[in-house]
């Protein structure tokens, strides 16, 4: 299981937002590309991007600062206002080795076949979840379809990655949702990336344990708790 450090776009700066709303935002670097160099020399290999403006609005702004990001040697997973084939495409043109596409392929499982059969291990799906159901739109539309259930539907058609964020702990340092982590994980068979509430070095370790017994389990993102020192790279699998 890897770490994948994150970093969240918005007008240009990096931020964290808590469960994902735009009046809980803490600016932590006015220049995005600082942490990108610290979490490279502290040894990772990939860095997971988030272009909150996309998110919200469903345009990306923030192509020049990502592709200063590759530039670095690192692996950049991005999503946030990816919403058509063209977008996906332009982002990977950039360098980008994985597009994380949300809002459309979850309201859409035909696109996210399309997807599955233009990019193939390229692209995955987010899956962001409050109370058991998906939500869109930047978390601010809850469809009421449940993930189990979505997230059945994107394996069948083809997509081999999902990452699943637990809106309710996101930003709040409180521990990762293992139980859902883990339901996620008994019920589909592709691999699945964790986010949201990883606060100390023993949040990591229970994924740690539950990877162990679910190999799908290929990575768990790590923002706040980075920025504020609870946890560091120095002794995490990145």
Not at 55 to 79: C, D, M, R, W, Y
Not at 162 to 187: F, K, S, V, Y
């Amino acid at each position: 299981m890897r770490v994948y450090p994150a970093i969240d776009l918005k007008d240009g700066s990096c931020v964290r937002l808590i469960q994902g709303r735009e009046d809980k935002q803490t600016v932590y670097f006015t220049d995005p590309i600082e942490p990108a160099r610290r979490w490279k020399a502290a040894g990772a290999e990939w860095i997971h991007m988030v272009d909150l403006n996309g998110a919200f609005t469903g345009k990306p702004v923030n192509h020049s600062i990502i592709a200063e990001v590759v530039k670095l040697g690192v692996k950049v997973q991005l999503g946030g206002g990816l919403r058509s084939i063209e977008a996906v495409q332009k982002v990977l043109d950039l360098g980008v080795a994985r597009a994380v596409v949300g809002t459309r392929a979850c309201q859409d499982v035909g696109f996210a076949h399309e997807l599955a059969q233009a990019f193939g291990e390229k692209v995955a799906v987010g899956i962001d979840a409050m109370d058991g159901n998906v939500s869109v739109h930047g978390w601010t539309h809850d469809t009421g379809k449940p993930v189990l259930e979505l997230a059945s539907e994107l394996e069948a058609a083809g997509i081999r990655t999902l990452i699943h964020t637990d809106i309710a702990t996101d930003g709040m340092l409180t521990g990762p949702n293992l139980q859902a982590t883990q339901a996620l994980l008994e019920t589909v068979g592709i691999d699945i990336i964790a986010s949201g509430g990883v606060g100390s070095d023993a949040d990591i370790e229970a994924l740690q344990a539950l990877a162990a017994k679910h190999p799908r389990l290929i990575g768990v993102i790590v923002g706040k708790a980075l920025y504020e020192g609870k946890v560091t790279l120095d002794r995490l699998p990145l």
